[in-house]
């Protein structure tokens, strides 16, 4: 008897785990993401990323090819630490040969339909730059120039106020974006593409190697 109360206690832990683990993952699924990327370009470029989940923020900042990433939870700093990068060695590969079968224009197709729902998920609300710059050509400073008025054709809700110089050389940018992501779209539209038939051929078919 203790022993069938005691896996029964162990059943009922485990279930409690599971029903948690879940729930965390809906919310996580539910809940959008906020995010705020920021440039800050001077004589010294500073980038800084934010993403916001609930309770939850984690920032990272670049500055001096060093980049530092914040936790934050309940606006407690609970990790302000140097990103510290790893070395990865490099798989080796193995003699063999592969009949799998190459992706053909539909699968390429299907994936260019795949990104550009993405991206319209992942596009920004806000898009600001202000700011004044000059290079040390004025040709390229005029280039520069053309480019920033398209985009600001091509983007209308974007606020564009970058004044060029060409009589200096100097640039004192600020940009801002901001934007909302829900990753039960992400999954959806991800799910979506991978069981149509296109794209189920190349990403579940068997791949048989032979030694050589």
């Known amino acids: 008897m203790i022993i069938i109360g005691i896996l029964g206690m162990f059943v009922k832990i485990v279930l409690i785990l ?9 919310l996580i699924l539910l809940i959008p993401f906020d995010y705020a ?25 670049l500055e001096d090819k060093q980049p530092i990433m914040k936790v934050r939870i309940f606006q407690r700093i609970i990790m302000n630490e140097p990103v510290k990068k790893r070395s ?6 193995k003699p063999g ?16 339909k795949f990104l550009k729902e993405v991206l319209n998920v992942l596009k920004p609300k806000e898009i600001t730059a202000f700011g004044s710059y ?11 120039s053309f480019i920033i008025q398209l985009f600001s054709n091509l983007v209308p809700q974007a606020q564009i106020g970058l004044e060029p110089l060409f ?9 801002n974006i901001s934007g ?3 990753l039960i779209v992400l999954v959806y539209i991800l799910i979506k593409y991978i069981f149509k038939k296109e ?14």
Not at 88 to 93: E, L, S, T
Not at 97 to 112: D, H, M, T, V, W
Not at 167 to 175: A, K, N, Y
Request: proline content about 3%.
């Open 97 to 112: 040969k592969s009949n799998s079968r190459r992706p053909g224009i539909a699968f390429f197709k299907e994936i260019l």
């Open 199 to 212: 794209v189920r051929k190349v990403v579940f078919q068997k791949r048989i190697s032979t030694k050589t």
């Open 180 to 182: 909302r992501i829900r």
């Open 134 to 144: 000059g290079l040390n050509d004025p040709v390229n400073t005029a280039l520069v």
């Open 18 to 26: 599971l029903l948690a683990i879940f729930m965390i993952l809906l």
């Open 88 to 93: 990865r060695k490099k798989p080796r590969k």
């Open 37 to 61: 990327i920021s440039a800050l370009l001077k004589e010294k470029a500073v980038f800084n990323l934010l993403v916001h989940w609930g309770f939850f923020q984690v920032e990272l900042l």
């Open 167 to 175: 009589d200096s050389e100097m640039t004192d940018v600020e940009i």
